[in-house]
């Protein structure tokens, strides 16, 4: 009799598992507290536990809820990211992969050369008042030109010297970074408050990928792309809340100082364990790294509603991927001034050539060289053949050249 009641009953302990993984209200309060590699381990225990962490982080990673907040279309921000290689970055991308929010941060997006008029015009569409910087055209259309001519060698863009009262805001930028637009809206919350909403577009010199790998620390390395988010040192910035400090950049103190704040450990030297086991060290030195490798936390994204990009022109193979996925660089280590210890310093081949629409950061010399020497061949060939109207663009061959490397 007693064998036969045991086997009529669920062990307590597995019914009240189940009564909480079956329920989000429930666990959802305990998963918003868990970091993304506890999340990720737990989901591998069993196939109730993954599902019910599949479904949090579909909540949680819910792009078009977090985008809402600045603009009521999302769908509309993502197509226009798809077609020109948009991407968020800063503190607006590390909150939405960190689950959190600042309410004094702003947005910030960076744009390839080229597409910045195309990105300006979307945003005023929507409300945005541009707010000139003090060096600045009143009206950014007298700035910025809708004719972007990739066809033409790609110089560094050299900025006249600055006048007196220019100087500190000349200053404060860098040379990878060709201009910046400030725009702000008022908003009414649900709540009644009035917000003042701030969005920057950060035109690149040369693409986006190489203005942030120049940042002040690997904690703002992540970026979103119309179809993915990417951290690019996830263990450090999300498991060890520890920034590897850049050296070089021209960020102000005040702006490191800003993530310390918020919790961030800062180091300004890797720590010996890192060069004897750089496989094992959240800043991977010396290590290949490309965009959306395993050492990446890739978030995918729902882009149902998201329009496509198209070809780039009639005789061009269209291509899906963003293009910031397509770069790599390697952090080298570096002695120091200090014997024994090393510092870090990002290193990356910049290929801007005019046979690709967009230009890229590869992190050796042998693919460098064999893109370049390729291209070279490729230029010759349609410089000396079309027009820029008829211009085919081979950024799809990026990939098939990871490949063969």
């Keep these: 009799m007693w064998r036969s009641l045991a086997a009529r009953q669920r062990p307590p302990?597995?019914?009240?598992?189940?009564?909480?993984?079956?329920?989000?209200?429930?666990?959802?309060?305990?998963?918003?507290?868990?970091?993304?590699r506890t999340l990720v381990r737990l989901s591998r225990t069993c196939h109730m536990i993954h599902e019910a962490v599949t479904h949090f982080f579909q909540r949680a990673y819910n792009i078009?809820?977090?985008?809402?907040?600045?603009?009521?279309?999302?769908?509309s921000f993502r197509s226009l990211q798809a077609r020109t290689g948009l991407i968020i970055s800063g503190s607006n991308a590390l909150q939405f992969l960190d689950r959190t929010f600042y309410p004094e941060s702003d947005l910030d997006i960076y744009s390839h050369p080229g597409h910045v008029y195309e990105v300006l015009e979307w945003i005023e569409s929507f409300g945005y008042q541009f707010e000139p910087h003090r060096y600045q055209a009143?009206?950014?259309?007298?700035?910025?030109?809708?004719?972007?001519?990739?066809?033409?060698?790609?110089?560094?863009?050299?900025?006249?010297?600055?006048?007196?009262?220019?100087?500190?805001?000349r200053l404060a930028r860098y040379s990878n970074i060709a201009e910046v637009y400030t725009f702000k809206r008022f908003i009414v919350m649900s709540d009644g408050e009035h917000v003042e909403l701030q969005v920057q577009v950060i035109q690149t010199t040369y693409n986006p990928i190489d203005t942030i790998m120049k940042y002040h620390s690997t904690c703002v390395m992540n970026i979103i792309t119309f179809d993915a988010a990417y951290s690019f040192y996830p263990i450090a910035t999300f498991e060890d809340r520890s920034a590897l400090k850049i050296p070089g950049s021209r960020h102000r103190p005040d702006v490191l100082a800003k993530y310390i704040k918020r919790g961030w450990r800062a180091y300004s030297v890797f720590m010996p364990g890192d060069l004897a086991q750089p496989y094992k060290s959240p800043f991977l030195p010396n290590v290949t790294r490309w965009v959306g490798d395993r050492h990446c936390w890739t978030v995918p994204l729902d882009t149902s509603g998201v329009t496509p990009r198209l070809a780039l022109s009639s005789s061009s193979e269209q291509f899906s991927w963003d293009p910031s996925t397509q770069n790599g660089w390697t952090i080298l280590t570096e002695p120091s001034?200090?014997?024994?210890?090393?510092?870090p310093e990002i290193d990356a081949k910049l290929i801007a050539t005019t046979v690709f629409r967009y230009n890229y950061l590869v992190p050796s010399d042998s693919l460098s060289l064999a893109i370049r020497r390729w291209a070279l061949s490729q230029g010759k060939l349609y410089h000396g053949t079309v027009t820029r109207h008829d211009w085919t663009w081979f950024d799809a061959e990026i990939p098939r050249f990871r490949e063969s490397a």
């Design 64 to 75: 078009n809820r977090h985008l809402s907040r600045y603009f009521p279309d999302p769908l």
């Design 138 to 169: 009143e009206d950014w259309h007298n700035q910025v030109s809708p004719d972007w001519d990739g066809t033409m060698p790609r110089m560094l863009r050299v900025l006249d010297p600055p006048q007196e009262e220019e100087e500190d805001a």
């Design 337 to 343: 001034s200090i014997a024994s210890l090393s510092i």
């Design 13 to 36: 302990r597995a019914g009240r598992v189940i009564r909480v993984f079956s329920s989000a209200p429930i666990y959802d309060l305990i998963f918003r507290d868990l970091s993304p």
